[in-house]
């Protein structure tokens, strides 16, 4: 069993910064590839971004390429997502996911194996 607890989120105007963090629980963190998912007021959960069990690879979602950075620290058990210029789209609610195993395919929710509860960000314009 894994436990991922998200922190971070807030509320920033639009071209402002944030970095969200995702502290797992559990012995196998490294083993992981972990996600970031958003779901926003009525809309669906989405994939944002994905990095797999060494950091060494990662993949973004179009919409956030290029503004928003994942990385990992195994030592610490947390994954992080740095998030520059915002803009009011990206207000949603984040959630961390593990994945065990490769990183086959990592943009579905149903690609994922255990989840956090989320975190708020706020975006004003």
């Known amino acids: 069993q894994v436990q991922l607890v998200e922190s971070g989120g807030g509320f920033v105007q639009a071209g402002g910064s944030l970095r969200l963090s995702c502290a797992a629980s559990g012995r196998t963190f490294s083993s992981y590839g972990m996600g970031w998912f958003r779901q926003a007021p009525g809309k669906e959960r989405e994939f944002v971004a994905v990095?797999?069990?060494?950091?060494?690879?990662?993949y973004y979602a179009d919409s956030v390429k290029g503004r928003f950075t994942i990385s990992r620290d195994n030592a610490k058990n947390t994954v992080y997502l740095s998030m520059n210029n915002l803009k009011p789209e990206d207000t949603a609610v984040y959630y961390c996911?593990?994945?065990?195993?490769?990183?086959?395919?990592?943009?579905?929710?149903?690609?994922?194996?255990?989840w956090g509860q989320g975190t708020q960000v706020t975006v004003s314009a």
């Open positions: 990095v797999d069990w060494s950091g060494g690879s990662t």
């Open positions: 996911a593990a994945r065990i195993g490769a990183l086959l395919s990592f943009g579905a929710m149903a690609d994922y194996d255990y």
